[in-house]
């Protein structure tokens, strides 16, 4: 009756049917133990739940579920108080725990696997992890979005050039910079919140694939263990990952908005621009050139994206060819979700870090502004209050432009007479539309850089957060 057939020198759920031992190099190559305890809280709480259901079902009478789910607790403290606990050489982390609970309570360990797989205890298990993880990243994105105001608030009136084709376009408020890097980062809470709807759905009770042969209550299970609802196929259950794809996307977008901003940041630090001083806190020298001060927090958050969409890529080409239900590619899940959410966790907590170290040069940031004709579309507007149709306004002003490449003058720095040479319609009154402020001033429709608009947005911003 018994499996004594331990071919890998240890406890293995599986042998009855084998005569031969795997080879060495295999056992190393199946084994995803090394990896996959990180799982083991996440499965011990569903191997309660578990237990609970089999004594529902009275597979388990009340006492013996309660030696199980006893022995489990404890696993989890013994786990927690000694390293040596978990060496074991195992198959995965089902099997350690299998294994454990059996020297625990004896034979009776060998009852909790009735009426249930590794196939939906593992996914089962897996959505538990990513559950809880989803939640901390969640928050974490919280924290880059305080630093972003709190940023935003540090230089509340300050202006810098905005950029299309990193070409100078027209002057924006820095806290209008700030909050579109809010905007982004509240979309990615939004994704993450609605990935974890469908993370949140308990497929233990599938079995291996055509679902549990007990009458344990389900929803009880999935009650016990926080999760919204139960699976409805038990094909689906156990052979898709989707959850797993939706989470590496949104960890993905979050990895996009992080390396733009981080780009910006790049850009804005270095000696050309001269808008943003880092602190010391998130630079490194050189180890050659003595004057370097180099943004190495930012270019890591900008590298690190790459790895994230590479797991979320590897995810979909795991999957895409598989036959139901599951197979054994899928175990490969695992350590694409593990780095993809330590990656952009530690991404999270270095970027709200380093917006804290980042000091705006206000006076540069305003003097680069000023410069290279970002009121050319103000004078247009100009002109269109004067009753010229855009498209002769854009032509005329264009023309000015290059007078005043010419003559080496900013717009605001041609006299009334030289504009007039060129475009009739301008008078005294060209110059206070040329100004920063009315610049700001005239982008009033929701969602513009006029400094109405954007200390609403602020107010808002800060509201948000603060909820
Ligand atoms: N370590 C496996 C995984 O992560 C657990 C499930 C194993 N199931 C099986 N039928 N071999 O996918």
């Known amino acids: 009756m018994t499996n004594d057939n331990k071919t890998d020198g240890s406890s293995q759920l599986w042998g009855g049917r084998f005569t031969g031992k795997p080879d060495e190099r295999f056992a190393e190559f199946n084994r995803s133990f090394g990896f996959d305890i990180r799982l083991f809280e996440a499965d011990i709480r569903c191997s309660i739940a578990h237990a609970n259901g089999l004594a529902g079902a009275g597979v388990l009478s009340p006492e013996e579920a309660d030696s199980v789910t006893g022995a489990l607790r404890t696993m ?16 995965d982390v089902h099997s350690f725990i299998e294994t454990r609970l059996i020297e625990f309570v004896g034979d009776l360990g060998k009852k909790v696997h009735t009426g249930r797989s590794r196939n939906d205890q593992v996914a ?24 972003l105001v709190s940023l935003a608030e540090r230089h509340k009136s300050a202006v810098i050039p905005g950029y299309t084709h990193l070409q100078r376009a027209q002057p924006v408020l820095w806290t209008h910079w700030c909050l579109a890097y809010f905007e982004m980062l509240s979309r990615d809470i939004e994704r993450l919140a609605d990935a974890r709807k469908r993370i949140n759905v308990m497929p233990l009770g ?50 996009v908005h992080l390396s733009r901003l981080a780009e910006d940041l790049i850009l804005y630090c270095s000696q050309e621009f001269g808008f943003v001083k880092l602190g010391d806190a998130v630079s490194t020298g050189s180890s050659l050139m003595p004057q370097k001060k180099n943004p190495d927090a930012l270019e890591l958050l900008r590298g690190k994206a790459g790895r994230v969409f590479g797991h979320q890529m590897a995810l979909l080409t795991m999957m895409k060819g598989l036959p139901l239900a599951y197979n054994k590619d899928m175990q490969e899940d695992k350590e694409a979700i593990f780095d993809t959410a330590d990656t952009v966790a530690v991404c999270l907590d270095v970027a709200a870090i380093t917006l804290n170290n980042v000091t705006l040069n206000e006076q540069k940031a305003r003097e680069a502004a000023a410069k290279g004709y970002l009121n050319a579309t103000e004078l247009a507007d100009y002109l269109v209050r004067k009753n010229v149709p855009f498209r002769t306004a854009h032509d005329a002003v264009g023309r000015l432009v290059l007078a005043g490449l010419e003559k080496g003058k900013e717009l605001n720095e041609l006299s009334v007479s030289e504009m007039q040479a060129v475009v009739p319609e301008i008078n005294e009154g060209v110059y206070e539309a040329l100004s920063i402020e009315s610049t700001l001033r005239s982008k009033s429709a929701t969602g513009g850089t006029s400094p109405v608009r954007v200390a609403e947005a602020l107010a808002e911003a800060r509201a948000r957060i603060e909820e």
């Open 76 to 91: 989890l403290e013994l786990a927690a108080n000694d390293p040596d606990y978990m060496l074991l050489d195992v198959e």
């Open 124 to 147: 089962t298990a897996f959505r538990l992890w990513m559950r809880d993880e989803t939640d901390a990243l969640i928050g974490k994105v919280g924290n880059v979005l305080s630093a």
């Open 206 to 255: 599938s079995a291996a694939l055509a679902g549990t042969a007990y009458t344990i209550d389900r929803e009880a299970v999935a009650h016990e263990l926080g999760f919204e609802d139960v699976s409805r196929n038990s094909l689906d259950a156990v052979s898709d990952r989707d959850f797993a794809v939706e989470f590496a996307s949104a960890c993905s977008l979050v990895m």
